[in-house]
Structure formats: C-alpha cells, structure tokens
C-alpha cells in the first residue's frame, strides 16, 4: 500500500496522502448554514490528504435539496470558517464542491425568492424529497435567459471568492451527476437553439464560462471539476455522442489549466460503468492532477495509482462510515458499514456516531 499512504502534491498544495474524501451530501445544514455538528464531521475525516465538502450552493436559486448548505451569505461563510479552521491543524486539505442544483429541485425547498431554474423548461423525471410535503415530483425549471446565465456565472465567481474567504484551499465544480452544468452539456437537458445549446460547442459554453470566471475570480490552483460521463443519475440518460463530446471538455479544461479533473463512475451504483477509454482519454488530455472514484476499496485503488491511472483517489461510502478510514486500511482493520437510512436525516445518529478504532 505505498501508493495511496504517501504523501503527494495537489498543485501548490502539499497533501498527507493520496486519499480523497469524495463530495457527500448529508442535509445537516439547517437554514441552509453549515452549523457545530458539520464541524465536527469535517475535523473527524481530517485524515485525508484532500477532503471535498457536500454539495455547497454558490446562489439560493441552487438550493435544490432540502438543508444542504449554501457559501452565498455572511452567516454561510463564517459558518464555513469554522469548518476549515477545524480541519487545517489535523492535517487535510479541503476544497468546497459548488453545486447549483438547477432543474434537480422543488420550490418547496427553496428559499424565498429564489428561483428554480434549467437551461430549458424541462423537468428531471423522478422525485425529490422535502421536509414539508415528503417526496415530490421534481418541477419544471423556468429556463434561464442571457441574463440568468450572466448572473449565475457571477454567482459561482463570487462563491469561490467567499470561499477563499472561508479558509477553503480551494472549490470543486459540481459538473457531474445531473445538476447544472450537466444539464447544460447534456442534450437530454438541453434543448435551446441559442448559442449555449445544440452544438457541443453550444452546450459546453456555460460550464467552460463558468469555469473561466471562478478561475479568474481566484486562480487556476484552486478550481477543480467534477465530471460523470456516462453518467445516469438524475435523469441522464446516455446519448451517443458521450465519449466525442467529453473529450472535447477534457482539451478545453486542459487548456484552462485547472489543477484538478475528478471523474465518477456510478457504475458501483448501477449507472453504466464509465469505459477505460474514455478514462485514459481523459489521462492522456489532461496534464494536471486526475482523480478517480466510484466503487473503490484499497487494493484497487492502490493498482490503478500503480498504473498511473490517476493520481488521487476518492471515496465516497467508506469514509462515510469510517471517519478514520486512513487508520483502518493501514491497520487492515475491518470497515464499518455505510447506514442508509440515516445518509440525509438531520442530527448526529449516522453522522458522527460511526465508530472508530480506538473507541
Ligand atoms: C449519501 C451520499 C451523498 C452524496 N452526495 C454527493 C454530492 O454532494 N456531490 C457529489 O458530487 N457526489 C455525491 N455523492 C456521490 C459520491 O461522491 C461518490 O461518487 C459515490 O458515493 C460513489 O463512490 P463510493 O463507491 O466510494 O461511495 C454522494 C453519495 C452518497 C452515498
């Protein structure tokens, strides 16, 4: 287990190891404002060499989900704050995953206000759970114009600035698993005639726009993306032009210069794996950091940093229920396993109670 145990870099960054802790929403943030017990869950994974917080929205528009936090208020940041103040001193590197919901959304979990938004006034099939009327349809989205797009580009710049504010070592771009800046690339999402739709071309001009803005806003170093092709969650199904089309994204980003590209493969929870095609394209394109995740347990992921199939690897489930995931996989000790039914309800039960090696 060399690989994974070592200590590596992450662009200037120097990181205690090679393992990440992969994006998690847990809808603890009542109010929408990361709170105490979000502290103490951040501070208990902080033996990974890169935490990569829940989904964060950068606007009130993109609060899809019920209690899932935002980084757009005063209150939000300095809650944050708190967070990586935690964090830093036992070791881990944190960046704040962006994720504007978009079209995934009810009004009911809305704030007032706020708008529920899509880059067409096409509704995700499937359901959305809200405190106030339990599982709803997902809703039509309005769909955004020129000027909704202009805003919410400035959203996400102003998002990475308070994020920097916040003490983050830097955000991650939720463009992955049907929000946003999916359901702009996607042409199932997508169906404008402007010049952000049809095309590749076309449809990758928002995420590439948003991108450039949370770059310029602040710096190359501290913005990684998080990409899914292939796949399938929130009503995205597959469409033929998958691999031509992501390969594209992967020369524009390379061309941006992030310092990180993260890829999922949801195929450990039933979407179609992602081929090792398109994996090594994305390899071979990108010249910076590549992180891998989806399904992984130490041995795989120790033989694919081997083979120099990426250089990080994150995890989602495990850590989720092994905050000292680092300790037991070097100790070869057995693993707790992830409770589903306490993934989203709020309160410490199946939060920060999972037990770890020296308790
Ligand atoms: C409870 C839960 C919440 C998740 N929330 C997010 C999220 O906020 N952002 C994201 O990009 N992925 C999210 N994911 C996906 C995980 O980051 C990860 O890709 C997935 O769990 C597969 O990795 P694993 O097999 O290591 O668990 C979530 C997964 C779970 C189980």
Known sequence: MSLLFSSTTLGPLALQNRFVMAPLTRSRAIGNIPNDLMVKYYAQHASAGLIITEGTSPSP???GYARIPGIYSAEQVAGWQCVTKAVHPLGAKIFVQLMHCGRVAHPLNLP?????????AVAAGGEMYTDAKGMQPNATPVAMTEADIKSTIDEYARAAKNAVTAGFDGVELHGANGYLLEQFFRPTSNHRTDRYGGSIENRARFVLEVTRAVVGAIGNDRVGIRLSPFG?????????????????????????GLVYIHLVDHSSMGAPPVPESMKATFRRVFKRTLILSGG???????SDLAADKCDLVAFGRPFLANPDLVARWKAGAALNAPDMSTFYTPGPKGYTDYPTLTV
């Not at 007032?112 to 067409?120: D, F, I, M, T």
């Open 61 to 63: 528009n993109g609060l």
């Open 232 to 256: 399938a969650f929130n009503d995205m199904p597959a469409y033929p032009a998958t691999e031509a089309d992501y390969t594209y994204l992967a020369g524009e980003l390379n061309a941006i």
């Open 112 to 120: 007032a206000g706020a708008r529920l938004l899509g880059p067409s």
């Open 296 to 302: 992984y347990d130490a041995v795989r992921a120790e």
